[in-house]
Nanobody, 127 residues
Framework: QVKLVESGGGQVQAGASLRLTCIAS????????QAWFRQDPGKEREYVGG????????IYSDSVEGRFTISVDEVKKTVYLQMNSLKPEDTAVYYC????????????????????WGQGTQVTVSS
């Protein structure tokens, strides 16, 4: 059983930066894909970006490409989401998710395919 715990959310002004952290426990190898999703009340859960631990492939959504960066600490089994140039439309609850497997060229942006989810952390960006 994989457990994911996010932290690092907060309330900031537009243009500021935040770094989210997702710590995974219970994972025994690198045959996982970890991703960040976000959800605003009344909206569908939106893919932000993800990484395949085996290949190191990182894929971002168009809405955050160039502003957000995913990095990892393999020893700590931690995934980071560095968010720069934040905009009010980035306001949402951000979730860390994981699923078994490696990137095979297909989409890793489908929320229903993820087996494990963290509790979420709120990010609020004011204008």
């Amino acid at each position: 059983q994989v457990k994911l715990v996010e932290s690092g959310g907060g309330q900031v002004q537009a243009g500021a930066s935040l770094r989210l952290t997702c710590i995974a426990s219970g994972r025994t190898d690198n045959n996982y894909i970890q991703a960040w999703f976000r959800q605003d009340p009344g909206k569908e859960r939106e893919y932000v970006g993800g990484i395949s631990w085996n290949s190191g492939t990182i894929i971002y959504s168009d809405s955050v490409e160039g502003r957000f960066t995913i990095s990892v600490d393999e020893v700590k089994k931690t995934v980071y989401l560095q968010m720069n140039s934040l905009k009010p439309e980035d306001t949402a609850v951000y979730y860390c998710a994981a699923r078994m497997g490696s990137y095979d060229g297909g989409s890793i942006a489908i929320a229903d395919e993820y087996e494990y989810w963290g509790q979420g952390t709120q990010v609020t960006v004011s204008s």
